[in-house]
């Protein structure tokens, strides 16, 4: 197995790498239900709105294998239904996951009885692999509009993890720095450390290094000021829901750091596929907002670092106004100045 293989079949469970313990140590577990995939998706063993949409489609695979071992002859759509409702619950803010959901249920129905769980195991091999082709798709259209500095590395921020390890193994926004660094040969990352989940620290850094991509560490609040000193050329972000007319939901802090790219007239692109985009879903007032445990905001690396009876919030992602977005680059187009119109026609 590849180091960035965050979600796979193997031995007839779902075997996912522990993003918890990052960059630490490198440990797979292996998942044998529905059950037991919501809960590593509800606690952080996978996450990023890709990696969670295959780990989901492998959690309805895996669910049907266990009742086929049961020796289960009724429903399947009766059977499948609890496991399907747990999966659904498990995290509200990353669209990928219901997409994932609606992309299996059919299945039940429309194919033969006994062939359902070997069908259903195809079908999230096939969204694995789609994944990959799209994340290289996208992140070399959205390396094309990056800006071409002269005489120096393309230097792009980032913020969170939106990288192989946040998808089926490749990355949307890294995946654009990962064709810049093909296409340019000379770029330097600056990563965002993310707060409190220290997602670009943990895992970003970690990513980005194993790839030999130059990388530098930065502490959320310390983004304007180096944007100040003209040291970034362009911000790169992932998504885990788009709303219909471009509005972005992402890991909290997104939204400050498209406001501050504004202010110092900084390209600000967001890469995401379009299992991420939700059409239902008019405008970003309309993305629920995951509320996290206090205990991630009041401890850092499990030791306490703020006095017991301290008021917390934790809102896991905030939302990015489409205003503020120079271009939305998917692996069927890039779309600048984001609007309904526009995002329509990328599913034309």
Sequence with gaps: MSIFDVAVWKNGRVCMLDQRLLPHEEVYLEFSSAQEVADAIRSMVVRGAPAIGCATAFGVAVEAQRLAKQGFSGSWSEAMAPGLQILRESRPTAVNLTWALDRMQPLLDSTPKDEVPERLLQEAENIRLEDIESCKTMGRLGAEILPRPEGRPLAIMTHCNAGALATAGYGTALGVVRAARDLLKNIKVYANETRPYLQGARLTAWELLKDDIDTTLLTD??????????????????????????????????????????????????????????????????????????????????????????????????????????????EKGVVTAPSIKKIRELFA
Excluded: Q, W
């Design 221 to 330: 609040g310390m983004a304007g000021h180096i944007m100040s000193l003209g040291l970034i050329d362009v911000v790169v972000v992932g998504t885990d829901r788009i709303a219909a007319n471009g509005d972005v939901a992402n890991k909290i802090g997104t939204y400050t750091l498209a406001v501050l790219a504004k202010r110092h007239d900084i390209p600000f692109i967001v890469a995401g596929p379009l299992s991420t985009i939700d059409l239902n879903t008019p405008d970003g007032a309309g993305i629920p907002i995951e509320e996290r445990p206090s205990d991630e905001v009041t401890h850092c690396l499990g030791k306490r670092s703020a006095p017991e009876g301290v008021g917390v919030r934790n809102p896991a992602f905030d939302i990015t106004p489409a205003e503020l977005v120079t271009a939305i680059a998917t």
